[in-house]
C-alpha cells in the first residue's frame, strides 16, 4: 500500500483545521495538516512543507511569501480556495493578485457566484462544494424562547451589517441576539444585544439559538450558515440559498422575524429539518 500524500494547509484558521479533519477521515490517500497564520504557526508549515505534495490556502489571494517560494522551488500545486470577503479585499487591492496570475495557482471557489466576481478580477476559478462542517449527528429541538444568532467580528462589524442587526434588535426588544466573533461589547448596540467575542463552542452556541441571522455587505457560501442549517436552525440570509430565507432588506427581515417568532410563541415553529 503506497503511502498517502501530504498537503499543508493555512488561511482561515477555524475553516481549515474543519477541512484538514474532514479529509484526513474521508480518505486514506490524502493527509492534510493545518497551521495557523502566527510567525511560529507559518515557520512550522514551512517546516512541514518540505515534505509536503500540495499548498492549500483557504482564502484567497495567496499564502505568505515564504511558503509560496517553498511550493515554488520544490514544483508542488498552491491551491486557493476563494471564501467570499477575500474577493472583495482582492477587488479593493488588485496588485495583490499579481502573484496569483503569474505563478499559476489552481484557484477554486465554494460559493458559485463568485467565478464571475473572480474572472472579473483576472482569475479563473472554478467552482467546488468544498465544505468546513460536519452534519449534526442529531438536532436539538430549536430552545423554549426565540433567540437569535449573528456575527459581527471587529474590526468588520459593520461590514458584517451592524447597523442592521442593531436596528432589527431596538424593534425586537423582547429577543435576545447573540454575537459572536471577535471584539468587545458595542455601546452602539442596543440591552438586549449580548456580544460574546471569540468561542470555541460554536455548535451550542447554534443550538441555543432558534435562527441565524446574516446581512453582509458581500459573502461567500457562509461556513456558519451550513453549520446552522446542519444542526437544524433556521437561517436569515441576503443571499439565495437552498432552505434558507432569502432577504433584500433589513426590513425584510424584521418582518420575516416577527412572523417566525410569532409561530414559535404559538408552538408552531419547528427545526429546520429540510435544511439538515
Given amino acids: 500500500m503506497s503511502k498517502p500524500r501530504r498537503a499543508v494547509i493555512v488561511g482561515y484558521e477555524y475553516y481549515s483545521k474543519y477541512v484538514a479533519k474532514l479529509m484526513n477521515e474521508q480518505t486514506s490517500n490524502w493527509r492534510l495538516r493545518a497551521f495557523d497564520g502566527s510567525p511560529r504557526g507559518t515557520l512550522a508549515a514551512a517546516w512541514d512543507l518540505r515534505r509536503a505534495d500540495a499548498l492549500i490556502s483557504f482564502g484567497g489571494p495567496a499564502p505568505s511569501i515564504a511558503l509560496s517560494e517553498i511550493a515554488r522551488y ?11 470577503s477575500d474577493v472583495l479585499t482582492a477587488a479593493g487591492d488588485p496588485s495583490g493578485l499579481e502573484i496569483v496570475k503569474r505563478r499559476g495557482f489552481v484557484n477554486i471557489t465554494d460559493g458559485e457566484w463568485l467565478v464571475d466576481e473572480l474572472r472579473l478580477l483576472g482569475i479563473e476559478a472554478t467552482y467546488q462544494p468544498v465544505t468546513a462542517v460536519e452534519p ?3 438536532t436539538k429541538p430549536l430552545p423554549g424562547s426565540f433567540r437569535v444568532l449573528t456575527y459581527l ?20 426588544p423582547g429577543v435576545s441576539f447573540s454575537v459572536v ?3 468587545l461589547r458595542d455601546p452602539e448596540a ?8 471569540y468561542v470555541d463552542d460554536m455548535s451550542d452556541q447554534i443550538d441555543a439559538s432558534t ?4 446581512l453582509p455587505q458581500h459573502d461567500g457560501k457562509s461556513m456558519l450558515v451550513l453549520e446552522a442549517l446542519s444542526r437544524g436552525r433556521h437561517v436569515i440570509w441576503n443571499h439565495e440559498f437552498p432552505h434558507v430565507r432569502a432577504v433584500r432588506s433589513a426590513d425584510a427581515a424584521l418582518s420575516m422575524l416577527r412572523d417566525m417568532q410569532a409561530a414559535h410563541a404559538r408552538g408552531e415553529l419547528r427545526t429546520n ?3 439538515r
Fill in 136 to 138: 449534526g449527528k442529531s
Fill in 153 to 172: 467580528p471587529e474590526p468588520r462589524r459593520e461590514f458584517y451589517g451592524a447597523s442592521d442587526v442593531y436596528a432589527i434588535a431596538r424593534s425586537l
Fill in 181 to 183: 466573533g471577535a471584539g
Fill in 211 to 214: 435562527v441565524l441571522l446574516r
Fill in 273 to 275: 429539518d429540510d435544511g
Fill in 190 to 197: 442596543p440591552p438586549n444585544v449580548t456580544f460574546l467575542g
Fill in 74 to 84: 520544490r514544483n508542488i500545486p498552491v491551491i486557493i480556495i476563494w471564501a467570499g
